[in-house]
């Protein structure tokens, strides 16, 4: 009887699903979807989560990983990659070993110029393919001689709201943020914007839940200004399969990012799964993702005060043209379906083990 093929997975998947950051998420739902696939005897997975606290188990499962697995699916942060990718380059090279790296985050092609000894191209072309998720990136890679980068978007493992609420706004306006709640996430400017906008008004013409984990260095910061807020509440963290039904209640996302190396994030999709209009700030890949007046509102990134003036106008809007809004965005669910993407991956992976 022929040995059962064993696929691995590298990343923060967290199992007990207590973390809900981007990262984690993604790499959870792989995982899942991996464990789906292939059945949960063939998938070894190898948790780094924590690992700077664990080294050795970590390691531990590294090993067994790459001893009891041809093919391996790799989702790491920078620091992570800092420390494992010398090892899947060797594991690849001398061993055979065919890995697939999905790309966290957007910034690749930085980390690139700034490698000084040049050997992160040469590891990143010594796996099969390196999965990334806007296609600027695709080419960003490419003109600095990485190979096999190829476009895969980000995805989420929810099903889109079946029915479009009947009623466009609330009175007021129900807003929301739906991500890390730290300053680059621009929180601090989102709970003060929704303030000046109802000073202009002179009414509580809208109000704005926050959702997602505090960062500790950031809550004394967050909960004074809730605290000084009388606009804002936060409201906890929501699990990955509620996020639809959650956002579906409100009538707008504020993305107002301030972080340089924000990628494709993932609170978007949720937002288009649950057809809800995106007020964000034009990141380096706000155009690959969202438009100006079709998706919602925006502002330019360099100018974080001017979100104000973003929910001011997108208070202004008729609920005709925010139904539209709706609909654009309820659209461009099926473009980040996980069934999708998933049959991206998994055709990859069995397209290598049946050479």
């Known amino acids: 009887m022929a040995e059962r093929k064993r696929i691995g997975i590298i990343g923060r998947i967290d199992p007990s699903e207590s973390m809900f950051d981007g990262q984690t998420v993604k790499t959870r739902t792989i995982w899942k979807l991996m464990?789906?696939?292939?059945?949960?005897?063939?998938?070894?997975?190898?948790?780094?989560?924590?690992?700077?606290?664990?080294?050795?188990?970590?390691?531990?499962?590294?090993?067994?990983?790459?001893?009891?697995c041809r093919d391996i699916v790799v989702l790491l942060s920078r620091g992570g990659r800092k420390i494992i990718f010398p090892v899947l380059s060797f594991a690849s090279n001398r061993f055979g070993r065919n890995i697939f790296h999905s790309l966290i985050g957007g910034w690749l092609s930085r980390d690139i110029d700034e490698d000084e000894r040049g050997v992160l191209v040469n590891y990143l072309n010594s796996f099969k393919v390196n999965w990334v998720e806007t296609?600027?990136?695709?080419?960003?890679?490419?003109?600095?001689?990485?190979?096999?980068?190829?476009?895969?978007?980000?995805?989420?493992?929810?099903?889109?709201?079946?029915?479009?609420?009947?009623?466009?706004?609330?009175?007021?306006?129900?807003?929301?943020?739906?991500?890390?709640?730290?300053?680059?996430?621009?929180?601090?400017?989102?709970?003060?914007?929704?303030?000046?906008?109802?000073?202009?008004?002179?009414?509580?013409?809208?109000?704005?839940?926050?959702?997602?984990?505090?960062?500790a260095d950031y809550e004394h910061e967050f909960r004074k200004l809730l605290?000084?807020?009388?606009?804002?509440?936060?409201?906890?963290?929501?699990?990955?399969?509620?996020?639809?039904?959650?956002?579906?209640?409100?009538?707008?996302?504020?993305?107002p990012t301030e972080w340089v190396m924000e990628g494709i994030p993932g609170t978007v999709i949720d937002a288009f799964h649950a057809g809800l209009p995106v007020i964000s700030s034009r990141w380096r890949y706000y155009e690959e993702l969202l438009e100006d007046g079709k998706t919602g509102l925006s502002y330019p990134f360099e100018h974080c005060e001017?979100?104000?003036?973003?929910?001011?106008?997108?208070?202004?809007?008729?609920?005709?043209?925010?139904?539209?809004?709706?609909?654009e965005c309820l659209s461009r669910a099926q473009r980040y379906s996980a069934s999708s993407a998933f049959s991206q991956m998994s055709?990859?992976?069995e397209g290598e083990g049946n050479r």
């Open 135 to 215: 296609h600027e990136l695709v080419a960003a890679l490419a003109a600095r001689g990485v190979r096999n980068a190829e476009y895969l978007p980000n995805f989420k493992l929810i099903a889109p709201i079946s029915k479009l609420p009947e009623e466009a706004l609330h009175s007021p306006v129900r807003l929301c943020t739906f991500s890390r709640v730290q300053e680059r996430k621009g929180i601090s400017n989102a709970i003060e914007s929704v303030d000046a906008v109802n000073a202009r008004y002179g009414r509580q013409a809208a109000m704005l839940d926050i959702y997602g984990p505090i960062d």
């Open 306 to 327: 001017m979100l104000e003036d973003a929910l001011f106008r997108f208070l202004e809007l008729d609920t005709g043209t925010v139904g539209l809004m709706r609909e």
């Open 35 to 68: 464990v789906e696939h292939f059945g949960a005897d063939s998938v070894v997975a190898v948790d780094t989560l924590d690992y700077s606290k664990k080294p050795l188990k970590v390691a531990w499962n590294l090993l067994r990983c790459l001893v009891s």
């Open 227 to 255: 605290g000084n807020s009388t606009s804002s509440s936060y409201k906890g963290c929501v699990r990955a399969e509620e996020s639809v039904s959650t956002l579906s209640t409100y009538d707008a996302l504020l993305f």
């Open 347 to 349: 055709a990859a992976i």
